[in-house]
């Protein structure tokens, strides 16, 4: 099993322009999340998706939407990127969500926005 | 003041150390987990628990629930334990602590 895996590894963008962040995983786990981890800062929620069919907003959703493609894959699209999004945005998933259990984070994606 | 606090905020330590990270916490939970991501960026878990003690290996974790603590040791450290330490606590959802570097230098 891969686990959670995510694609690109590695983005520059510019300012104003498109991307969006590619996120699987293949234990059949019902809930995904997307953090983003910036230096001398704790990860942060962006959003969640509980369920397929079901997404919600974390603690900084601004700038950013998520679309839960099926039960294995969500995605995070950033429509006119800006250099405050310049961070390392992790995937993860988790059995259930709500109930305390492991997440599984994904190896985590580079963006830089010039 | 953040729901999770960790300290140190950095840490190193020569080979064999015995090494202890804290987790401070201000809300309820369901469990704490404790992460560890390698310089290369991986975040793996290490441990989940909401009452007493487990351990795995070298590693140690702990809980107090009601002083809201918990502790990290690492007995006989290794220069392959260098790696940031994460806490988080379980609500609705994961609140994380920035992390503690530790670097073990042989």
């Known amino acids: 099993n891969a686990g959670v895996t995510q694609t690109p590894k590695f983005q520059v963008l510019k300012t104003g322009q498109s991307m969006t962040l590619q996120c699987a995983q293949d234990?059949?786990?019902?809930?995904m999340y997307w953090y983003r981890q910036d230096p001398g800062m704790g990860l942060r929620l962006i959003y969640y998706s509980a369920s397929e069919g079901t997404t919600d907003k974390g603690e900084v959703p601004n700038g950013y939407n998520v679309s839960r493609l099926n039960k294995r894959e969500f995605s995070l699209r950033l429509e006119s990127a800006a250099p405050s999004q310049t961070s390392v945005y992790f995937c993860?998933?988790?059995?259930?969500?709500?109930?305390?259990?492991?997440?599984?984070f994904g190896p985590g994606t580079r963006l830089t926005v010039l | 003041k953040n729901e999770v606090e960790q300290s140190p905020q950095n840490l190193t330590a020569q080979e064999g150390e015995f090494i202890t990270i804290n987790c401070s916490y201000s809300?309820?939970?369901?469990?704490l987990h404790w992460l560890q991501q390698h310089p290369g960026g991986g975040i793996v878990s290490l441990f989940m628990?909401?009452?007493g003690k487990k351990k795995h290996g070298r590693l140690i974790a702990t809980i107090n629930i009601q002083e809201k603590h918990s502790s990290l040791h690492i007995t006989a450290s290794h220069p392959r334990d260098s790696a940031v330490y994460i806490c988080a606590v379980s609500g609705s959802r994961l609140t994380f602590g920035e992390g503690t570097q530790l670097t073990v230098n042989p």
């Open positions: 628990l909401s009452s």
């Open positions: 993860a998933s988790a059995r259930l969500a709500g109930a305390p259990g492991e997440q599984f």
């Open positions: 809300v309820g939970i369901s469990a």
């Open positions: 234990m059949n786990h019902n809930s």
